[in-house]
């Protein structure tokens, strides 16, 4: 069982890991004697060369049968992530890190020596701040490269560098700041040469289990916030629903909806979100 094979997304095979498995179920908040219940159901199903994604897709429906609500919904953040409108994706980094007591602001035009700069979130705390950038996939299993770190590093410079007069027209008008230290969130792994090219121009890096106690499903699962497309939301309605700023857990606990939502999900369908919300905004770490 141990020289058994796997498929990964990339196509590249490598032997299947119990213990890498047991792992991202623990991550997932799983409980121990369900992952060991687990494992006795999944291992009959298992065969050489088997799809990661099969495994995944086994897991969940294990986990549903097994009664096991809150590792379920928490074993499909990765997915819930990826399906979430670019927009939506950065609404909800914005507020994720203002429940870890940052002071944020989105979508803000800033003014660079050269040419002016969208910040997708300015973020402050103290007496520091930092220009976010967001950058999401919608296919979760790549890598999120060297360019856009470059891309990064380079605008916080253009920022950094104004002074004196705006020199160049634009349509918008823009803002005068400064920035102490330039932050990468993707929702993906990152590639060695990101990683190296961050940690040597001092660019604080957030990724899909990377970055530690920064890593994305540690910053959503510590404070128990969490996008909308985890308890049913499709991609179409997670953008539509955007204007009406209902994004995550919270904002679909906090107001009623305005009749117009309905337009785009149903009555039915938004009552049992909201339930399913506030089940995962009760939920403590086992």
């Given at each position: 069982m141990h020289r058994l094979k796997i498929i990964k997304s990339d196509g590249?095979?490598?032997?299947?890991d119990w213990q890498k498995y047991h792992h991202s179920l623990?991550?997932?908040?799983?409980?121990?004697?369900?992952?060991?219940?687990?494992?006795?159901?999944?291992?009959?199903?298992?065969?050489n060369e088997m799809p990661t994604k099969e495994i995944y897709t086994l897991t969940k429906e294990f986990l549903h049968r097994l009664?096991?609500?809150?590792g379920f919904y928490l074993y499909q953040l990765?997915?819930?992530?990826?399906?979430?409108?670019?927009?939506a994706f950065e609404k909800y980094i914005a507020?994720?890190?203002?429940?870890?007591?940052?002071?944020?602001?989105?979508?803000?035009?800033?003014?660079?020596?050269?040419?002016?700069?969208?910040?997708d979130v300015v973020a402050e705390k103290g007496n520091k701040r930092l220009m976010v950038?967001?950058?999401?996939?919608?296919?979760?299993?790549r890598d999120s490269g060297?360019?856009?770190?470059?891309?990064?590093?380079?605008?916080?410079?253009?920022?950094?560098?104004?002074?004196?007069?705006?020199?160049?027209?634009?349509?918008e008008p823009v803002e005068r700041m400064r920035f102490d230290q330039a932050w990468l969130i993707t929702n993906t792994k990152l590639s060695y040469h990101a990683i190296?090219?961050?940690?040597?121009?001092?660019?604080?890096?957030?990724?899909?289990?990377?970055?530690?106690?920064?890593?994305?499903?540690?910053l959503s699962q510590e404070v128990n916030l969490y996008p909308l497309t985890l308890i049913g939301l499709s991609t179409q309605e997670s953008a539509a629903l955007v204007p009406f700023d209902l994004v995550t857990t919270k904002d679909i606990l906090g107001k009623r909806p305005s009749a117009e939502v309905y337009q785009f999900v149903p009555s039915e369908k938004f009552n049992r979100m909201r339930e399913l919300a506030l089940f995962l905004s009760r939920q403590s770490d086992n």
């Open positions: 590249k095979k490598e032997d299947f623990i991550k997932s908040q799983v409980r121990q004697t369900t992952i060991n219940q687990l494992r006795r159901l999944i291992e009959p199903h298992l065969y009664g096991e609500k809150k990765r997915e819930a992530i990826a399906n979430l409108d670019s927009i507020q994720l890190l203002a429940k870890w007591k940052y002071t944020t602001r989105w979508n803000v035009l800033v003014g660079g020596r050269c040419i002016e700069h969208q910040v950038e967001c950058k999401h996939h919608h296919n979760y299993h060297l360019g856009k770190i470059m891309e990064l590093d380079a605008r916080i410079k253009d920022v950094n560098q104004l002074e004196g007069p705006i020199t160049y027209s634009t349509e190296q090219y961050a940690d040597c121009k001092n660019i604080i890096l957030t990724g899909w289990r990377f970055g530690h106690l920064l890593s994305l499903e540690h």
